[in-house]
């Protein structure tokens, strides 16, 4: 790909003999702005193999070096062995077999014999020679037009990539060689590769599969990256190098734009970009509707390094930390030690400013691969979320002790997420119990009182059953995304089911207010902190049925604050009363929009 200057961003690759013709398709906007750039294909982001001659009296050496690569590989597979045995039947099962054949390819197999011939015969080095051997192989099984066999490429090539990175010492690091303004574009990026998105060096993205209320679109808005996703037909006959555009608020990507396309797009962008700053103006006055409500704006964050555009878009805390993403992107788990360290220095930055980390909610379509955690059919349903974090105490352990320990540092809240009984509660209340006196055994500082622990309401029983974990709990956190997810049936990050996700279903709003209102009755504070609450068309009605805290993606803050300040909430409440009378959806919509368009 042809290297592209900062001042140069916007300019297709010269390579390309005959000029692509424009194409428009479109998919699901899940984050606002324009992004003009340069595509970069990840499917076609190959892992960096070197690759050189060896001189004959390397060749010992070098197949030394690929033993130890082999072995270290042996031994990373035997820890995933265990975390194995640790899950429940047919997912051990699955994993198990496909480890054991790891562990039967890692020793005497034809892939090792293959690889020291290739260093002797062909004096190539290890990497070399393990691309080599791996694709000779993945050669031969596709060949078979057996879809089992063909599918065990997959699992060969996975086992090709670990040894090369063991040989590199280079850990997976996709988008290492972007174009500057990169426009991303992929059959589905994980909410792992998006977190590796630098947004000075990708200017938006676009994917195949995926729904609005996937943590790959929540963390698109938090990178503040023009996103859309749920766009058929994309990757088809698209080149790295070619110019696109990406309209993440009417969710259309252009392919190839022709010049006045193009120019009509920089001026969309411009005044978009002059729309975002004037809103920086409101970022030190409060967010008070007209008739005097006070409304707490905090923000949710996926990343420690996000905390500076926490502090740019004025929140007034962090409303949820998705402690999640600090466990993705490696290998291993970060230790009590490790996230103490992380997470001082965050609650450190805010300076007085209260900080909700949420314990782990892997799980779903969030995965961690230190953690080594089998899905099975319905991940969604399966062990996410707290009910990992009970079933393997050391990882609770050590986040909890975490947490206790920085809120020696200033304010902190610890918050339980996919809650679905008392009992999980119970559990949750008693480790961190022990924690406690763990750590005041050993002197270590902490809070007094300690942190406020509470619980996520996204699961429907957990709403409906609101009034008895009220009791166990010092605060609510109202998760809408899963909240919607488990109401209505939808899988929030498929993109084939995401015209039926919505919010604004009645039973949906039910159970907020449900929530809600156990909160107000058992006197505990209670936010929302879904990706509702970061969406200035849902405010009023939030604000309507009682809440008074709401915690989003940092860079929604100054919008909702626009929409408050402009809102007389006697007004808003009104409505809200008319809303929950009734029982379609878009008539809902129809109420709402209405009240927000001025009628009263
Ligand atoms: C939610 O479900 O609404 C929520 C805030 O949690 P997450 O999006 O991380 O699942
Ligand atoms: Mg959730």
Redesign the pocket.
């Known amino acids: 790909m042809k290297p592209i200057t900062p001042g140069d961003t916007e300019t297709p690759r010269a390579t390309a003999a005959v000029p692509a013709a424009e194409l428009t398709l479109e998919g699901t906007g899940v984050s606002r702005g324009i992004a003009i750039g340069i595509i970069h294909r990840h499917d076609a982001e190959a892992v960096r193999v070197p690759e050189y001659k060896l001189p004959l009296a390397r060749v010992e050496a070098e197949k030394a070096r690929f033993a130890e690569a082999a072995e270290r590989a042996g031994r990373q597979v035997a820890q995933l062995q265990m975390k194995a045995e640790g899950l429940d039947g047919a997912a051990a099962e699955e994993l198990g077999y496909l480890l054991d054949a790891y562990q039967q390819m890692l020793h005497g197999s034809r892939l090792i014999r293959g690889v020291h011939r290739r260093i002797e015969t062909d004096r190539v080095n290890a990497e070399a020679a393990v691309q080599r051997e791996i694709d000779e192989i993945a050669r031969g099984f596709e060949a078979m037009e057996d879809s089992y066999l063909s599918a065990r490429v997959a699992d060969i090539r996975d086992l090709g990539r670990r040894l090369i990175r063991n040989l590199t010492g280079a850990p997976y690091r996709p988008f290492q060689v972007l174009p500057k303004n990169a426009i991303i574009l992929a059959e589905e990026l994980t909410p792992a590769d998006t977190a590796l998105l630098d947004p000075k060096q990708v200017a938006g993205l676009a994917t195949v599969l995926g729904g609005a ?1 996937s ?1 790959t679109a ?1 963390m698109a808005r938090s990178l503040g990256l023009p996103a859309v996703l749920g766009v058929a037909g994309l990757m088809r006959g698209v080149r790295s190098g070619d110019l696109a555009i990406i309209d993440g608020r009417a969710g259309k990507v252009i392919l190839n734009p022709r010049p006045e396309v193009l120019e009509t797009y920089r001026h969309h962008r411009a005044e978009f970009l002059r729309g975002r700053r004037a809103l920086t103006r409101l970022k030190d006055v409060a967010a008070v509707t007209k008739d005097g409500a006070r409304i707490q704006l905090q923000a ?1 964050i996926e990343l420690p390094g996000e905390v500076d555009s926490v502090l740019a878009a004025g929140a007034e805390g962090i409303g ?1 930390l ?1 402690s999640e993403f600090l466990f993705m992107n490696r290998e291993d788990i970060p230790g009590e030690d490790e996230q103490f360290h992380i997470l001082k220095d965050l609650v450190t930055r805010m300076a007085g400013r209260p900080v909700t980390i ?1 314990t782990l ?1 892997v799980g ?1 379509d ?1 995965l961690a691969q230190g953690l080594g955690i089998v899905t099975g059919a319905n991940p969604s349903l399966g062990l996410r979320a707290v009910r990992l974090s009970l079933s393997r105490p050391e990882l609770l352990d050590a986040q909890l002790a975490a947490g206790l320990r920085v809120s020696a540092y200033g304010p902190v809240k610890i918050l339980v ?1 996919l809650v679905a009984t008392v009992e999980e509660m119970r559990a949750v209340r008693e480790a961190m119990d022990n924690v406690v006196k763990r750590l005041k055994r050993k002197g270590v500082p902490m809070s007094d009182p300690l942190p406020p622990l509470g619980v ?1 309401i ?1 699961v429907p029983g957990a709403a409906l059953a609101a009034d008895a974990l009220a009791w166990h709990a010092d605060f609510f ?7 919607t ?1 488990y109401t209505l049936a939808i899988d929030r990050a498929d993109e084939s089911v995401a015209h039926l996700y919505n919010p604004l279903h009645p039973a949906v709003l039910r159970l907020i207010q449900f929530s809600a209102e156990a909160a107000l009755r058992a006197r505990i504070p209670v936010c929302v ?3 509702v609450a970061g969406d200035p068309r849902f405010t009023a009605l939030l604000l309507g049925l009682g809440i008074r805290d709401l915690s989003m993606s940092a860079t929604n803050i100054p919008v909702v604050k626009q929409r408050i300040r402009a809102m007389d909430l006697v007004a808003a409440t009104r409505r809200a009363r008319v809303i929950m009378d009734q029982s379609d959806s878009a008539r809902i919509a129809q109420l709402l929009d209405g009240f927000n368009e001025g009628e009263d």
């Open positions: 209320e943590h929540i949710n949820l998705r949420r909610d779903g969030k997420p996520m996204e956190a109202i998760g809408t995304n899963d909240l997810q902190c879904g990706e």
